[in-house]
């Protein structure tokens, strides 16, 4: 087995091969495919000299609290079928992420196909993220949305540089190149978008871009929403509202601070008169998003948390040493750490024997650093554990809010 950087010159056929295989590659997709690709970072896996796995990263960053820090967002593990269970996905996968750390990201992201595969690299679920499938006449806003502008695939550029300028809370993650939105625009076979370009020098502020199957009725499925202010966040609801004249269903994942059902006239009646229809009213919650720290003394020295002060000695374990080599610079973020949380927070390797011991996979201190879920619930139903008066204490001290990526790769 050969673990080497993806050459197109060379691999191509055999990558093709391998995704149709797995079911991801379309006829007369393959041109698509082929941009993706250049798009990432790709490593893949020969198997009798064809590569038979591949793992794509691409850089980017994640707001924490007000902060941005260098991420490495995984994109794409496949393995082929006669490649299974070989530890080619795992190893390549953990190749990738010490890459990454290499190359200066503080953490990593995944959207995962199932809890399971990522966390044997350290990968923690995150947070639920609510998509609503309503009526858009059934939205109660009051604004009169003014008439928009038109957005085509050819207008990437213009909308990747309004996903980049969008109010951005605690989780959100960006992408810098603009390939990335390019390729999402013209992955659907029909998408378009309506916005409003109100910046100094005309650029787009405020915008959705939308798919779907049936353009007459819907479902409409809003991909994603981008704005600067409570004005023009209004303002697109009301152009959504608009379109609920021929429009029976639009799905929209709900944005950070914003709960939808406030802005949903009688939604619950709704909910129940349309059971079971191609338009049912209704609300999915789903976690499908993992994160960990590649860099722990990284992340902290960027962590400031207003709400009082703790210090405690962390051991933490890290499962990606298993896949891999112990020469490796980089295998993974375990070790014995004396830990600072507040104002000004840091991790440094030791201990101090007059302080409270947590002891955690990197995976649920992920999860907790980020906000995920409480130190006292991750004691529940993950791989973490103290005295209980510091598990009260970092409940108290780590007091975010609900972490919203708002950009899927």
């Known amino acids: ?42 490593l893949v896996a020969d198997l009798d000299a064809a590569a038979e796995c591949l793992v794509g ?6 707001r924490y609290l007000d902060h941005d820090l260098p991420m490495l967002e995984v994109t794409l593990v496949a393995t082929s079928h006669i490649a299974r269970r070989q530890r080619l996905a795992s190893t390549l996968l953990a190749r990738a992420l010490a890459l990454g750390a290499a190359d200066g990201a503080f953490v990593s992201r995944v959207c995962v196909f199932d809890q399971g595969f990522y966390n044997r690299a350290g990968f923690g679920t995150g947070g639920y993220e609510h998509t609503l499938l309503f009526d858009p006449s059934a939205l109660k806003v009051d604004a009169e949305p003014r008439v928009p502008q038109r957005l085509t695939r050819d207008d990437h550029g213009l909308m990747h540089a309004s996903r980049l300028a969008r109010l951005r809370g605690h989780g959100a993650a960006n992408y810098l190149s603009p390939a990335v939105t390019e390729l999402e625009v013209r992955w659907p076979d029909k998408g378009f978008g309506l916005g409003y370009c109100d910046g100094p020098n005309g650029e787009l502020t405020h915008h959705f871009w939308c798919a779907a199957d049936d353009f007459e009725h819907g479902p409409y499925n809003i991909r994603w929403l981008t704005y600067q202010t409570r004005e023009q966040f209004l303002e697109l609801m009301a152009l959504i509202k608009s379109l609920g004249d021929q429009v029976h269903a639009v799905r929209m994942r709900e944005p950070q ?58 051991h933490l374990t890290d499962p990606v040493e298993d896949l891999t080599d112990q020469r490796a610079p980089w295998r993974g973020a375990a070790g014995d750490y004396l830990v600072t949380l507040g104002t000004a927070s840091a991790a440094e390797s030791g201990s101090d024997p007059s302080l409270p011991t947590l002891t955690a996979s990197v995976n649920s201190f992920s999860r907790l650093w980020f906000g995920v879920r409480p130190a006292t619930g991750l004691a529940v139903t993950d791989d973490l554990s103290g005295p209980p008066a510091l598990l009260r204490a970092l409940d108290l001290t780590l007091r975010l809010p609900d972490p919203k990526p708002d950009w899927d790769f």
């Open 1 to 42: 087995m050969q673990f080497r950087d993806y050459d197109p010159s060379k691999d191509k056929d055999a990558v093709h091969r391998l995704l149709r295989e797995v079911g991801w590659m379309e006829k007369g997709k393959e041109d698509l495919w082929d941009a993706y690709l250049s798009a990432c970072r790709v």
């Open 57 to 62: 990263t691409i850089p980017g960053v994640i």
């Open 257 to 314: 601070g914003i709960q939808l059902q406030d802005l949903l006239d009688r939604p619950f009646r709704r909910y129940q008169i349309t059971e079971k229809s191609r338009f049912e009213n209704r609300m999915s919650a789903y976690a499908f998003w993992q994160i960990r720290v590649l860099d722990l003394p990284a992340c902290l020295a960027h962590t400031r948390l207003p709400a009082g002060e703790t210090r405690f000695n962390l």
